[in-house]
């Protein structure tokens, strides 16, 4: 059996008393011993690995508690649009790729990341910035969002959306390029691209692909510290379950992956086993259900009780986004899932989509008489009122936060989305905290690389772009943002008895940074450097 002793650091062990330990034991993939450098090194024999830390840190290793691996890897395929500031920059950037890549017949050209909140008049491009590139190939841009994308014309064409005589799927928005006309601007909204007949339209990449991709995008996480992540787009069309199992059965999966199954494939591919815990095969699992209520704030789609601070153009003054599906659909889903002991992670970024994941799934709660603990997750949570946060607690519910929305969308949500008052409160971990609720914190990539330790920067200094401090009361102790991206996440998917501190008897999932987070100035944790990753003692990553 493998036996190494790290040793002469500084180990954040993440337990109840929140010790600060010397070193650690690892045996077989596990950590069997936590104390001081004398007390370690008494266990030290001929075949043991000796790891002088240097006075270096060493954290439990980090959890992404929501995102979309797959889509990831797919993304590091794509024209990266992210630090693009106008519709020029990104005509200029297809055109160049288009210019310099072979395409095969019937490819897209697809670009990923754009943010139309950085660009001068916060408009969104069109099909005819798009149709400056080409109008004979497809193109389609993803919004940073993932709600939101625009297309080319050969691009409507293939949607379904040319012309003017088109159907758009329910909870879906076809822009227009003027109020009294019925011919798309290419701008499409929610299950006008997300619908599941829409999915198909873009040919997928080959099986082989996407496998190289995913091997790319854990290399990608485990570099970041990241040992446990999710996919929560996993259904029977897009083959997502069968690339992970390929993974799995190949020996390539080098990180914990969970895959949540959405909503209308969930009971095709989930059974009941009675509880909400499964078992990994070779580091991939299916653990849960997912769906979700409405869009994202920054595409100004997300469901709000009150207008948004400046109202899209050609929207009404009393425009408040819009959710995705009745109530009555929501109930029977969630009525079904606690009948099938699963958790359920709900997209929740509107207060008045928090509102129906609580009226439906206390429904659901009623007609079952479940006191199952299902941990349901409430997914983004960015306008969460904090008179909803006893509701939250009452139902055992999960927020995870996208609060990372405050250092890259911050500066637009206080003057565009929610406006200088309303914004304080976006992703209102302070309050959850004070109200004892266990949250967790994430990135969602790929709208956002998955970036742990610049979550735990965020969660305790709440800066904007712009230098504002953005809900100075919503900040939280380094400590208390660690616990949100460990244990906390390891408690999200039931799995706190093996994972998320470092404590005697729990896997061996570490990572070794150059800076003490818990000692260095609160801005300058975002420069915390990972050096190395490892996973049930085995290191997956060194820099």
Known sequence: MKKTIYFNGKVITVNDKSEVAEAILVEGGNIAKVGTNEEILAFKSDDTELVDLEG??????????????????QVLMLVQLGDVTSREQIVERLKEYYATTDLPEGAWIIGFGYDNSKFEDKEHPT?????????????????ASGHIAVVNSPGLELYGYGGIDYVVPDGGVVGTVSEDSRESNGVLEENAILATEKKTVIKAPTFEQVLGSLVKAQKLYASLGITTTMDASVEEGNHYNDMMLALAQSGKTII??????????????MKNEGTPKREYYNHYKLAGAKTWLDGSPQGKTAWLSTPYHVVPEGQPADYCGYGTQPDDVMVEYFTKCIENNLQVHVHTNGDMACDQFFRCYSKALEITGSTADLRPVMVHCQALRLDQLDKVKELGAIPTFFNDHVAFWGDYHYDSVFGPEKSQNISP???????GILFTLHQDPPVKVPNQILGIHNAVNRTTESGRVLGEHQRISVMDAIKA?????????????IKGSIEEGKLADLIIVDKNPLEIPKEEIKNVVVLETIKEGNTIFKR
């Open 429 to 435: 971990i302070g309050s959850a905290l004070e109200k």
């Open 56 to 73: 270096k840190t060493m954290m439990p290793g980090l959890i992404d508690p929501h995102g979309h691996v797959v889509a990831m890897s």
């Open 127 to 143: 099909k005819f910035d798009l149709d400056q590139v080409t109008n004979e190939v497809p193109i389609t841009i993803t919004h």
């Open 256 to 269: 914990d992956i969970v895959g949540l199954a959405t909503q209308f494939s969930t009971f095709n591919m």
């Open 485 to 497: 991206v460990t244990i906390n996440g390891a408690y999200q998917y039931f799995e706190e008895d």
